[in-house]
């Protein structure tokens, strides 16, 4: 259920990353080409340094180009926020036990926010709560989206002044020049994903809260050390979870607000491409052995700690969580390209032998 929730997520969060800089991304490759070309065109050599006349007029034409690159779009990537928010509720519910039309937990993208809001009320869900999904994006978003829109018109102006002020170069030099336009795309697509998980996270928090149901921190199946390490926890009496970081060094990673003050952590991303979410824990007793928020801290210790924690139950489960293990007791690398170092992978693989041999026997 998890590995289905996030999926639909994920393509939230691709969405919103293409409408968020796509534009910008099209245009500044075709700038790249631009100056490439015209270099070869007027210089021909590249290696050289060129000055002059004819290099003055060649920086004009590409400030103008750059001063012309399209404009963000943050209306678009409200869009995303706000749908990405309801299906947040959607799936929190879904783990209260609401049932919702499934088919558009797939292809949330292709559904109108008015529509889930509908489609919600229709399955029984409050009317108070729907109520509180159509308030969407909190003020924190707004800000953050408008502080990475202004940051990337800077960016793209920073480029344009520094190749104003180009009165000689290589054309490595010029292409340095324009790296803070390239940059600015970047920084679109990073905050576009980090207010989707954001705005997903809000939308489980407001389910849980809307039942009386307290949230766990569900570290993604390739987080890092300090998500991992708040894996299955709750967060405390103020709603903040903490993160231990198993031991890491320097500081636990957060958020700035528009004014540059540090964010608590209530939900996560906990950084730029975190893709954590909340879990939700109804029962009134604290999680026993077998239950989920303690296996995710049991599979986090195991890969950050002591592999002799691991949760080897025939009953076991698979979460994404879980296929951390799998990951490190069968592959050498992570899905993202990370190395997972050869003496953990032993630690796993002589872990697992050894408790299926103590449960069979053999
Ligand atoms: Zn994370």
Known sequence: MVAQHDAAALLLELAAAYVAASALTTAVSSVLRWVTAQWGVLFGVVQTRQSGPVFDRFTRQLEQKLRGLPAPDTAAVLEHARRARVLGVVQGFRETGVQVPAAWLTHPERISAERMLADLEHAGVPHQVVVEARKAVDRSTRSRLSWGRSEALDRIERA??????????????????????????????????AVVVKQLNEGILAAATAVGARVFWVAEAD???????????????????????????????????????????????????????????????????????????????????????????????????????????????????????GHVVERARRTLRASIRRRTGR
């Open 160 to 193: 344009a002044k520094q190749v104003h002020d180009l009165d000689e170069a290589t054309l490595h030099q010029v292409m340095e020049a324009m790296a803070s336009a390239q940059s600015a795309s970047r920084l679109l697509e990073a905050t576009a994903k």
């Open 223 to 341: 987080a890092c050390r300090w998500c991992a390490s708040a894996a299955g926890t709750f967060p405390g009496p103020d709603g903040v979870f903490r993160m231990r970081g198993f031991g890491a060094r320097g500081p636990a990673p957060y958020r700035l607000n528009a004014a540059g003050e540090k964010i608590p952590l209530r939900v996560p991303p906990a950084h730029n491409h975190c893709r954590c979410r909340l879990g939700i824990w109804r029962a009134r007793r604290p999680p026993g052995p077998d239950d989920l928020p303690t296996r995710l801290r049991h599979e986090a210790s195991a890969r950050f700690l002591n592999p002799n924690a691991v949760p080897t139950e025939p009953a076991f489960q698979p979460t994404p969580a879980s296929q951390l293990l799998t990951l490190v007791a069968t592959r050498s690398r992570s899905r993202r390209g990370r190395t997972v170092p």
